[in-house]
């Protein structure tokens, strides 16, 4: 499990991403409103929708809200124009970020990103040095309080996934993109319920810190996340299980 996912699942249960629903709420929108752009508003002709949609849902974002998205993007409603940028940089320690955007203003978000990891300690890194350290997976992740582990391990590699960890109870459900869509409908059929559900890039190799250098990135990608252009943030930062944010 990636460090920085790790973190994520921690934050959801303890209920830190509650009082940031409605960023995330409009990011999702970003995405589903490019998707449509793209592919058309067709969910049985357009898979990159629907993958997004499953994300949306996963999230508990109303259907109303879906709905006017995908409007927007096949044209049936007035939108904006975005454009989608991805900037590969180099956290405190070394760690490795991708860093994905989505943007009506090129100029302002390259700023913005700059500035952030400037504050942070980091910097952004040439092109295809920090990418090449990741792959393109499906990733469902579990609450290991409410799901017992050898179910889900056994329902899941039934369903097609490629690997399922447990690490101090935060489970992830790894699988390839083209069968995240199978394995989340699979799962959620037989009564699994999720933390969370996308497909994103998960780095090969992970880094470790000391816990004044994790807490360091930690806070540079939650600055990163925070602003508006920013859909998410990758890195191969390994949290230690023992790890908590004072």
Do not use: C
């Not at 940089?89 to 994905?100: C, D, E, K, T, W």
């Not at 952004?124 to 050898?150: C, H, I, M, P, T």
């Not at 190799?205 to 508006?228: G, P, Q, Y």
């Amino acid at each position: 499990m990636s460090g920085h996912s790790k973190w994520a699942t921690i934050k959801h249960k303890k209920g830190a991403l509650d009082a940031k629903r409605g960023k995330i709420f409009t990011k999702i929108i970003k995405e589903i409103t490019v998707a449509a752009k793209m592919g058309g508003g067709d969910l049985e002709a357009n898979a990159s929708l629907r993958t997004v949609i499953l994300k949306a849902k996963a999230a508990n974002m109303p259907k109303d809200n879906i709905d006017k998205a995908i409007k927007k993007g096949s044209g049936d409603m007035d939108g904006v124009d975005y454009i989608e940028l991805q900037y590969e940089a180099y956290a405190p320690g070394g760690v490795g970020m991708l860093i994905s955007t989505l943007t009506d203003n090129k100029n302002r978000t390259a700023a913005d990103v700059r500035s952030i990891l400037s504050k942070g300690g980091g910097s952004l890194a040439a092109a295809g040095s920090v990418s090449y350290q990741f792959k393109r997976k499906g990733v469902l992740s579990y609450n290991g309080e409410s799901v017992d582990f050898d179910t889900l391990f056994e329902a899941a590699l039934e369903a097609g996934a490629e690997d399922v960890t447990d690490e101090d109870g935060n489970i992830e459900v790894i699988t390839e993109p083209g069968d995240f869509e199978t394995v989340l409908t699979t799962l959620q059929e037989a009564g699994f319920e999720q933390l969370g559900a996308e497909v994103s890039m998960v780095p090969e190799n992970t880094v470790t810190l000391d816990k004044e250098h994790t807490a360091k990135v930690l806070r540079l990608i939650d600055r990163l996340e925070d602003n508006d252009d920013v859909q998410s943030v990758a890195s191969n930062l390994d949290v230690p299980s023992d790890f908590d944010m004072e």
